[in-house]
């Protein structure tokens, strides 16, 4: 590629293939399949796909199974749509740490014949205090100087399930004093009494995520194994293990920050508390910073992925504004979404120069500036809806503060007629539940005579040609900047008003839309049709995002 590097890790894979220490790269995504993916998630595929795809290498997507009581296949089977929708095709087949199950256990007999690993026999409370801390060295387990010979057999009677889970443990014989806590003798294997989702009941014993996550890179033959910082600290480990094992490729392990959201748990322990709780729906719930939340509120892959790649890659962690992304939905649905009208809290007019059972259709650009799109067609009739927030009878507004309909004046309705406010009616407690109006012939895309000056340009939908919609308007799921940085669970700063449904009038065409079709809702907002309850008899909007950001800072 001739493209700049634009973060340290383009630089690093730059170098590498200019000194041809590869012909071509390869990094991985490797999930556990513990939950449903997040937004953090979602930078990390954008950056290891995405670099693939820059430097014409391959990404893999690979399960990293290796803790069965937390996985399902419910995950596999989201996280695999969810890599889809955004736009990337993993190469080959999917995956899966517990594939390499057989190998693992290999190369740990391979570490015990070489006297690099040992059973261990002490209790998890007597293993961390013979581990020492950071300022204080560990001492060696009593059962290190076990021969190869008895620790063999205790590992092969590990795997047949002789022994309880928690009785023992595989370790590798590193050092117990490293200032390195990694080192000081690490658990390769744990007994697990437990089927797993991919392999059954074939084991009762699961190698730790360090002793498992090189040794699949090794296999898959990763160039450039990316994660975040957190792993920097486990890195000589991993290093530990290439070195000692007789793996087919040696694959390096870099660190990025991960990303971090202000107003967002990025958590799949926490998001699944909210599942489980019942405070959202479902994983997939729009509220929630899952990718297939993400989906369903109508953010699309485009904006994501522009996120990401707007937010960089860095060594050094930050908490990036959610107002960002947000920002980036917007422009993306600025650019492409389809404009159409709905009526929020609606107000009848009756343009009593138009007969009763009269339909006339006026056109519409589906978008301001891009043809390619269409037109639609928006039925005018004798009774139409504004919005109750466009009309006041108080006719001392000025034009600037108030560019809509005033009783006596005229307004554009978006295009359709100029018309002009002539009465209202109320009810008993003096509501106006009518405005009676009439329109000035000749005005549908022309301008009006000159003694006649609209204040502005309102939306409207056909009262007797409109549909019904309901619409799920959204807020933030979290009311704290921070909800799980500080002192309280994160629980108590859930939004209590994050919901509300209503009801609305939407322009006839767009019951015809369909699920995940994302629109403009000219002065109202950006939504989109449920992914899953919308249908043409019940049209399902769902808020996306507003027109500016008004949430503040
Ligand atoms: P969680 O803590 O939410 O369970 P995790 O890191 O345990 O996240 P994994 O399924 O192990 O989840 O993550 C798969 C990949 O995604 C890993 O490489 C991990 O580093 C990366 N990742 C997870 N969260 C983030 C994040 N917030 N920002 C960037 N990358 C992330
Ligand atoms: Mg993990
Ligand atoms: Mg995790």
Redesign the pocket.
């Known amino acids: 590629t001739t493209d700049k590097p634009s973060h340290f890790l383009e630089q690093i894979i730059d170098k590498d293939l200019a000194d041809g220490k590869f012909a071509s790269i390869c990094t991985r995504?490797?999930?556990?399949p513990?939950?449903f993916l997040?937004v953090?998630?979602a930078?990390?595929i954008c950056l290891n796909f995405g670099l693939a795809e820059k430097y014409q290498g391959q990404c893999n997507l690979r399960f990293?199974d290796t803790n069965p009581e937390k996985e399902e296949q419910v995950y596999v089977d989201a996280i695999k749509e969810d890599v889809r929708w955004l736009g990337f095709q993993w190469a080959g087949e999917v995956r899966y740490a517990s594939d390499y199950f057989d190998t693992f256990y290999e190369w740990a007999l391979h570490l015990i014949r070489e006297g690099k690993a040992y059973v261990c026999d002490l209790s998890p409370e007597e293993a961390s205090e013979y581990r020492g801390w950071a300022t204080k060295p560990g001492k060696d387990s009593p059962y290190r100087t076990r021969s190869a010979e008895e620790n063999l057999d205790l590992f092969e009677r590990m795997r047949a399930g002789e022994f309880d889970e928690g009785a023992k443990v595989l370790r590798a014989k590193i050092d117990m004093a490293s200032s390195n806590m990694n080192l000081r003798d690490p658990i390769l294997y744990r007994i697990r009494k437990q089927s797993h989702h991919q392999t059954g009941d074939k084991w009762c014993i699961y190698p730790s995520y360090d002793f498992a996550h090189g040794q699949e890179d090794a296999i898959e033959g990763i160039t450039h194994s990316?994660?975040?910082l957190e792993?920097q600290d486990h890195r000589p480990l991993y290093d530990w293990f290439i070195e000692n094992l007789p793996v087919p490729h040696k694959p390096r392990q870099y660190e990025f920050a991960?990303?971090?959201l202000n107003y967002t748990v990025?958590?799949?322990?926490k998001l699944k508390k909210l599942v489980d709780e019942g405070v959202v729906s479902g994983w997939d719930d729009p509220r929630m910073p899952t990718i297939s939340g993400m989906r369903r509120r109508g953010y699309t892959p485009s904006a994501i992925r522009k996120f990401c790649d707007m937010i960089g890659v860095t060594r050094s962690d930050g908490i990036v504004d959610v107002a960002m992304l947000e920002h980036a939905i917007r422009d993306d649905l600025n650019e492409n979404a389809a404009r159409a009208m709905a009526v929020l809290d609606p107000l009848k007019v009756v343009i009593t120069n138009l007969p009763e059972g009269e339909v006339q259709e006026m056109t519409a650009a589906a978008h301001p500036n891009r043809p390619e799109l269409g037109e639609r067609v928006l039925p005018f009739t004798r009774e139409i809806y504004i919005d109750r927030s466009d009309f006041t009878e108080d006719t001392t507004l000025s034009r600037k503060k108030f560019k809509r309909l005033v009783l006596g004046e005229w307004v554009r309705l978006r295009s359709a007629y100029v018309i002009r406010a002539d009465e209202v009616v109320k009810d008993d407690d003096g509501k106006i539940v009518e405005v009676r109006a009439t329109l000035v012939p000749g005005t549908v895309g022309e301008n009006p005579p000159e003694n006649i000056r609209p204040r502005g340009v309102i939306h409207w939908v056909s009262a007797t040609q409109g549909r019904q919609a309901e619409l799920r308007i959204y807020d933030r799921l979290f009311t704290h900047e921070a909800p799980d940085r500080g002192e309280e669970d994160f629980m108590k700063h859930v939004n209590p008003e994050s919901l509300a449904v209503m009801q609305a009038w939407i322009e006839p065409g767009l019951a015809d839309a369909k699920p995940e079709q994302g629109f403009q809702f000219e002065r109202e907002g950006y939504f989109v049709a449920d992914r899953l309850d919308h249908t043409a008899e019940n049209p399902v909007f769902n808020l996306t995002i507003g027109l500016k950001d008004t949430q503040g800072k």
């Open positions: 995504f490797p999930p556990e513990n939950g997040h953090g998630h930078k990390s990293d990316i994660c975040t792993f991960r990303l971090n990025t958590s799949k322990r």
